[in-house]
Antibody, heavy 113, light 108 residues
Framework: EVQLVESGGGLVQPGGSLRLSCAAS????????MHWVRQAPGKGLEWVSY????????YYGDSVKGRFTISRDNLRNSLFLQMNSLRAEDTAVYYC??????WGQGALVTVSS | SYELTQPPSVSVSPGQTARISCSGD??????AYWYQQKSGQAPALVIY???ERPSGIPERFSGSRSGTMATLTISGAQVEDEADYYC???????????FGGGTKLTVL
């Protein structure tokens, strides 16, 4: 059974940092490009970041470029999102997505003082 | 920046055909993907590469693309198909992915 489990969410103050993790199982993680997607409360889906299978190439949405960093560890079947200089508008449920097929259940990130 | 445009809402009666459109300038060259999100749940893939259906997705779900428009069709919509639907694709460079704004499907 395919599983993607996000962790590391929580409450953080504006300007703070947080690192999200996504543990993958049930599929060949190293063969899949990965995405982070977020959804602010009551809003639609927003693409955040993308990483190739090897991790050598990464792309970011304009709203997070320069503040967020995506990475992966294929030996540990894990995906990461380092989030710095967080803002109130980064408050959202963050999902990891395997290829374009598999989704995790999401991790809530709340940026508030 | 690149955008995909969807209608905010579509409403049909049970058994009718629902069509949800998604328009974008890069769609002639880039695949469209469709996700269903029911209230309080994570999204789920219902159509990939314009018109392919993942295993477990009912046959009433189909997808097509013509020029700059992709369309998700639900033939004989059921009450359980009520959800938000999002299209997903990339710009021409392939460097930026984008979701459409989402379409709320009502079946009643």
């Amino acid at each position: 059974e395919v599983q993607l489990v996000e962790s590391g969410g929580g409450l953080v103050q504006p300007g703070g940092s947080l690192r999200l993790s996504c543990a993958a199982s049930g599929f060949r993680f190293s063969s899949y490009e990965m995405h982070w997607v977020r959804q602010a409360p009551g809003k639609g889906l927003e693409w955040v970041s993308y990483i190739t299978t090897s991790g050598s190439t990464t792309y970011y949405g304009d709203s997070v470029k320069g503040r967020f960093t995506i990475s992966r560890d294929n030996l540990r079947n894990s995906l990461f999102l380092q989030m710095n200089s967080l803002r109130a508008e980064d408050t959202a449920v963050y999902y990891c997505m395997g290829g374009v097929h598999f989704w995790g259940q999401g991790a809530l990130v709340t940026v508030s003082s | 920046s690149y955008e995909l445009t969807q209608p905010p809402s579509v409403s049909v009666s049970p058994g009718q055909t629902a069509r949800i459109s998604c328009s974008g300038d890069a769609l002639p060259k880039k695949y469209a993907y469709w996700y269903q999100q029911k209230s309080g749940q994570a999204p789920a893939l219902v159509i990939y590469e314009d018109g392919e259906r993942p295993s477990g997705i009912p046959e009433r779900f189909s997808g097509s693309r013509s020029g700059t428009m992709a369309t998700l069709t639900i033939s004989g919509a059921q009450v359980e198909d009520e959800a938000d639907y999002y299209c997903y694709s990339t710009d021409n460079s392939g460097n930026h992915w984008v979701f459409g704004g989402g379409t709320k499907l009502t079946v009643l």
